[in-house]
């Protein structure tokens, strides 16, 4: 079956670096996608990558290596807004995203 | 950017009555579209894809005659919710992709509720 896991919670201090690791299984892969979520909010898009390596965008930074099915995201000089939860998501063989569960991240003065 | 609009934000129903959710690709041609719904503190699940011009995919275990999705146009699918009734409440969520392998962004939600 296809499965992508993700921690359920993670908690951070403002200011600090942190990072939400995914890993996956799936028929097929094209690419791997990193949303963001604030409660009550829809999903909006943060990264995307389908090639092995780290993609850096601003604070944000997403990783992947498609042989060991694993995929990060790396917030830096993390800010109160960060709070929200961020879902990881694979597009299989067939262009169907699946979705993580999304980990929820806390973040302390 | 590429922004979807999605309409209503929040309904509340009677039970027994339909409600119909539009979604638009306001800036770009959306050729599949998706509709989501999903329960507190829960993920996304995927309810159907739906590419214009032909009927959509609805997922295993999703009523197609209850949710009824019509995507006549590359910027609008719609989402009508049948006979709703209170278990239908939830926070339903469209996202729209110009084609395979892109990125889908998601409009703002709608939050049902059925009383």
């Known amino acids: 079956g296809q499965n992508i896991d993700q921690p359920t919670e993670m908690t951070a201090t403002e200011g600090a670096i942190v990072q939400i690791n995914c890993t996956y299984q799936?028929?097929?892969?094209?690419?791997l996608f990193w949303y963001q979520q604030h409660a009550g909010e829809a999903p909006t898009f943060l990264s995307y990558?389908?090639l092995d390596g780290l993609e850096e965008k601003g604070r944000f930074s997403s990783f992947l290596s498609r042989s060991k099915g694993y995929s990060y995201l790396l917030l830096k000089e993390l800010q109160m807004k960060d709070s929200a939860s961020y879902l990881c998501a694979v597009m299989d063989s067939n262009y169907q995203l699946i979705w993580g569960a999304g980990t929820k991240l806390i973040i302390k003065p | 950017g590429a922004v979807v609009s999605q309409h209503p934000s929040r309904v509340i129903c009677k039970s027994g009555t339909s409600v119909k959710i539009e979604c638009r690709s306001l800036?770009?041609?959306?050729?599949?579209m998706f509709w989501y719904r999903q329960f507190p503190k829960q993920s996304l699940m995927l309810m159907a894809t739906s590419n214009e011009g032909s009927k959509a995919t609805y997922e295993q275990g999703v009523e197609k005659d209850k949710f009824l999705i019509n995507h006549a146009s590359l910027t609008l699918s719609t989402l009508t919710v049948t006979s709703a009734h209170p278990e239908d409440s939830s926070f339903y969520i469209c996202?729209?992709?110009?084609?395979?392998?892109?990125?889908?962004?998601f409009g703002q939600g709608t939050r049902l509720t059925v009383v």
């Open positions: 996202s729209a992709s110009r084609g395979r392998a892109t990125e889908a962004f």
């Open positions: 799936t028929s097929g892969f094209n690419g």
């Open positions: 990558n389908v």
């Open positions: 800036d770009f041609q959306a050729t599949t």
